[in-house]
């Protein structure tokens, strides 16, 4: 641990999902939570990109903007005619579909202001499942993906357990004299670093 309280730079082999964040979100919340924490932030951000998803932050302002301005059926005939715009509301079901609100709260907990930043995120979660299941005319996310679906609900269980433990670890890791030792921080970044990739693992993307 440095003098600050950061953890230190991750691995290689432990860095991955780190990398991608670094290539990042392009969220004001992420980099208010990087102010606060740098690698928690980090840890952070890449729960923020699995669960609530640099790939759709935003999306739910952009389509809601169209659809107010009487642009819903051009949309809808969209998705139904143009493979690319079906592809990517597809995509963003997906990713809508594997996010768990409760799992960023628990993150955005961690460091100062996180409810705060959580709140915008949770906001424009809703935006978005609103405006892609108007477009898509279903009445829930994946509906027409039933497999996928029942993978994700089947999953997201032993997940959660991973996220749970890697929260546990990090608060260990950040409180005075919980590794004070060389050795003991050692082993905390060493099992941080392996929650980091199993997490990667558990929701199928290495960033």
Avoid: K
């Avoid at 949309?75 to 960023?104: C, E, H, K």
């Avoid at 590794?179 to 050692?186: C, G, I, K």
């Avoid at 082993?187 to 392996?194: F, R, S």
């Amino acid at each position: 641990m440095t003098e600050t309280g950061e953890l230190p730079e991750p691995s290689q082999t432990a860095g991955a999902p780190a990398r991608a964040i670094e290539r990042g979100a392009p969220l004001a919340t992420m980099d208010a939570l990087r102010e606060d924490v740098h690698t928690l932030g980090d840890l952070v951000g890449q729960v923020v990109r699995e669960q609530a998803g640099d790939r759709i932050f935003g999306l739910g302002s952009a389509l809601e903007e169209e659809i107010s301005g009487g642009g819903l059926e051009q949309l809808r005939a969209m998705y139904a005619g143009w493979r690319f715009f079906a592809t990517a509301m597809d995509n963003a079901q997906r990713s809508l579909g594997i996010a768990d609100m409760p799992t960023v709260r628990r993150y955005a907990s961690l460091v100062p202001a996180g409810n705060a930043h959580f709140e915008l995120l949770r906001a424009e979660y809703a935006r978005s499942v609103r405006t892609v299941l108007q477009i898509t005319q279903q009445q829930a996310l994946l509906e027409r993906s039933s497999v996928l679906a029942r993978s994700i609900r089947l999953r997201n269980p032993y997940v959660d357990a991973l996220h749970v433990a890697q929260i546990a670890l990090l608060r260990r890791y950040r409180t005075p004299g919980d590794a004070s030792r060389p050795e003991d921080s050692a082993m905390l970044l060493d099992a941080i670093h392996h929650s980091i990739n199993g997490i990667a693992a558990g929701l199928q993307e290495t960033g």
